[in-house]
């Protein structure tokens, strides 16, 4: 199993931007889709961005499209999230996710994710 472990949260006020990071450690961190989901108080787990183990593809929520990046490095086995403009809205914890199988490809559901980080919290102040 993928152990990871995000990084990078705080309070930033709106139009602000923060880089999140998730440090993985385990299995072969490069051969698998990692993901970036948020949670706010009262609601459901969201998805945000996610990114196939080659890193050639990517997906994002429409509600974040422009504005945030996800890429990562296999060399450093960790993945990131970059959100400028950031919204009162986006106010959540997030947390990095890992596929269930390797060479999967970049899923947007909860369930197509096995691994997940304990999370950290951003903040946007309006």
């Known amino acids: 199993q993928v152990q990871l472990v995000e990084s990078g949260g705080g309070l930033v006020q709106a139009g602000g931007s923060l880089r999140l990071s998730c440090a993985a450690s385990?299995?072969?961190?490069?051969?698998?889709?990692m993901g970036w989901f948020r949670q706010a108080p009262g609601k459901e787990r969201e998805f945000v961005a996610a990114?196939?183990?080659?890193?050639?593809?990517?997906k994002y929520a429409d509600s974040v499209k422009g504005r945030f990046t996800i890429s990562r490095d296999n060399a450093k086995n960790t993945v990131y999230l970059q959100m400028n403009s950031l919204k009162p809205e986006d106010t959540a914890v997030y947390y990095c996710?890992?596929?269930?199988?390797?060479?999967?490809?970049?899923?947007?559901?909860?369930?197509?994710?096995?691994?997940w980080g304990p999370g950290t919290q951003v903040t946007v102040s309006s």
């Open positions: 385990g299995r072969a961190f490069s051969n698998y889709a």
């Open positions: 990114v196939s183990w080659s890193g050639v593809s990517t």
């Open positions: 996710a890992a596929s269930v199988r390797s060479f999967d490809p970049a899923g947007t559901r909860p369930t197509d994710f096995g691994s």
